[in-house]
């Protein structure tokens, strides 16, 4: 079993800044991508950004400039530094890794339980 545990998330006022975190533990060969996704009141889950293990980044357009994310392999844990926090950022963010269980095995996706970021003055 593999969990992910994220911690981070709060009420912060439109223009403050906010930094998620998301650690991985259980039985992990190896984590290709982590990432962030956030899934708003009434809307579809969306990608935020994600990161390769390698270190490529990805980010949706509407977030590029503001949110960074990066990951720290040695502890399986990933981490989104948002800045420029707008009332739209406003969802329940949830983690995600790509995540191999032993050599053999093929990598499966697995989440995170979320945490909710609120922008609201």
């Known amino acids: 079993q593999v969990q992910l545990v994220e911690s981070g998330g709060g009420l912060v006022q439109p223009g403050g800044s906010l930094r998620l975190s998301c650690a991985a533990s259980g039985s992990i060969y190896s984590i290709n991508s982590m990432g962030w996704y956030r899934q708003a009141p009434g809307k579809e889950r969306e990608l935020v950004a994600d990161v390769t293990s390698g270190g490529r980044t990805n980010y949706a357009d509407s977030v590029k400039g503001r949110f960074t994310i990066s990951r720290d392999n040695a502890k399986n844990t990933v981490y989104l530094e948002m800045n420029s926090l707008k009332p739209e950022d406003t969802a329940v963010y949830y983690c995600?890794?790509?995540?191999?269980?032993?050599?053999?095995?093929?990598?499966?996706?697995?989440w995170g339980q979320g945490t909710q970021v609120t922008v609201s003055s």
């Open positions: 995600n890794a790509e995540v191999r269980t032993g050599i053999r095995r093929v990598p499966g996706p697995y």
